[in-house]
């Protein structure tokens, strides 16, 4: 992928939590699973056979201010990205715990744009929801 498009991608991943400003995230009850083909999700909502998640990853010290930090879960302490989320068929899905609920007053520090080192981390987050999203089972 040439710079320009990798770019824009970024731009896209990192500003689209403001899509979202106007809707209240005080507290989620949901549930983390695992995803065949990307790792841990944090999923917001089941409806007809589509799960709607956020990403989740281990790295509290990559968290920004659009991240939410579970300290002490089943998995250790693990940041969910508001920000990254998407869908994907709940068929791929394996629910690991029961309802955990975001404090969404735990969260990283802003992120400083391009040269701030956690910005390349979201874009490989970006690269991993894309894989998640257009997941599809490799017929047998």
Not at 25 to 35: S, V, Y
Not at 84 to 93: A, E, T
Not at 128 to 137: T, Y
């Amino acid at each position: 992928m040439n710079e320009p498009a990798i770019l824009d991608q970024i731009r896209e991943a990192l500003t689209a939590y403001d899509a979202f400003e106007d809707i209240d995230l005080p507290l989620i009850e949901k549930c983390i699973a695992k995803h065949e083909a990307g790792g841990l999700v944090y999923v917001t909502d089941f409806a007809d056979g589509t799960a709607y998640f956020m990403l989740i990853h281990r790295y509290v010290e990559y968290a920004t201010e659009q991240d939410v930090i579970l300290f002490d879960t089943p998995f250790g302490d693990l940041v969910v990205q508001r920000d990254v989320r998407g869908y994907c068929l709940s068929k791929y899905l394996t629910v690991k715990t029961d309802s955990i609920e975001l404090d969404t007053d735990i969260t990283g520090i802003p992120l400083k744009g391009r040269l701030d080192s956690r910005w390349d981390y979201k874009v490989e987050e970006v690269d991993r929801l894309h894989r998640i999203m257009n997941h599809r089972k490799k017929s047998s």
